[in-house]
């Protein structure tokens, strides 16, 4: 299983992303400033947009989700009930997982932005896919709905995950590092080692590998214990 | 055409003459072949298909009436055309440019930027219907007829949500009424010569052209 991109350009009014390498099974951070090009990154990977060159390949993959930054785009049910169901999941569980229970027979769109973000969000981590694309999934969310979602991520063990992201503060596990920077897409490797060459690394790990604690990853719990230990 | 205002008319003389008679909608098409027709362009832009439909179906409840769907579509088709072609050749700003030359710094700033504002809401919806498209794909939902009223309910909602958003904002910025601008316009050669065309068209249209063709007749 694996997701290939052979020399991938696009370009598009004086703005251009190159990017090559290989996506394979396990959990991949895609960071990049504002307007760098992961939305754009994250639909070419998913085939649901053409390169201007190059070729995108898709090995061993039957299933695959994007989840847009923008939860609306989604909604196609008329009550949040509904919206469970078209997503082919049993609405109990995910439901309670999203504290919306007693909401059920809302709309969605009565639902604040961060709201819909969290029922969104449950509903694609209900399911398994062999390609699992997430654009920025931590935005509209609270502290407390971050960390939860990070939990979910990072119990994926299956399949490839690819998030793409500019947040700063709450990670989920991750296997590999990925960057946008210049117009290119960079891979820095796998964890821990890719820690050093991450430009886009928050402050707090830029610290802590100046001061020699290189973390195991980057979810809360490592950067902490990274911090505690002498 | 670069010139907005220039466009503008060369637009609503092409439709006026398209609307006029045949003859004036053929001249219409011919002007649009050659100054603006990029066949391209006009299968990029995704309304296009169904409003075609609806006026085929407007045409066809017309002729079955007794009147003439054939003209009616014809006429349309080309109205629809300059106005596809006046969308696609629009630039952010230059309504409320062309609003603060036409009609001063207070109505023509209102109105300017109320068509601005229109018309950046129609392209985040043509972007927003496609994005929902592509989430109903992938949750193996084909987009079609069904799916068009909760597609509907959320571009509805999206765009009050926006309006309402920018109305507090600007309340917050502390706008009241009108604005001031100077506008500037570039006027090509080309852009003066293809609206004198437009208004050849639209001669065209007013004048009976049965009466110069004795044969015709």
Redesign the interface.
Known sequence: MRVELDDVCMSREGWSLSAQGIFTEGIHLVSGDTGSGKTTLALLLAG?LPPSSGTVCREGISS???S?Q?P???????TIRDECI???IDPTGVLTAANLRDRQDL?P?KLSRGELKRLHLACVLARDYDLLVLDEPFSSLDCREKERVCSAISRRTTGITVIFTHEQMQFPRVDYIWEIARGSLHNRGSVPGALEAWEHAPDIIKKLIARGKVPENITPSDLLEAACRT | MQDVRLRTAAAVLLCISAFISIPGAVAAFLWWLVFAGRFTQVKQVRMMLPIVAMVAFFSIVLALTGGDGASYFIRMMVIILIGFWLYTEQKSGEFLRFGVWLLGERAGFELGMIADMSMQTLHLLVR?FH??C???T????HPGWK?LV?AG??LV??ALSRAESTAELMAVRGYHDGGSLCPEFITPRMDILSTLAALCVLILALIPVSEFFILYR
């Open positions: 649901l695959l989700m994007v847009f923008f609306e785009y989604h909604v196609t049910g008329a078209s997503w082919g709309s769109l | 927003d994005q929902i592509i989430a109903e992938l949750k193996g939902i799916t909760p309910f959320v909602n999206g």
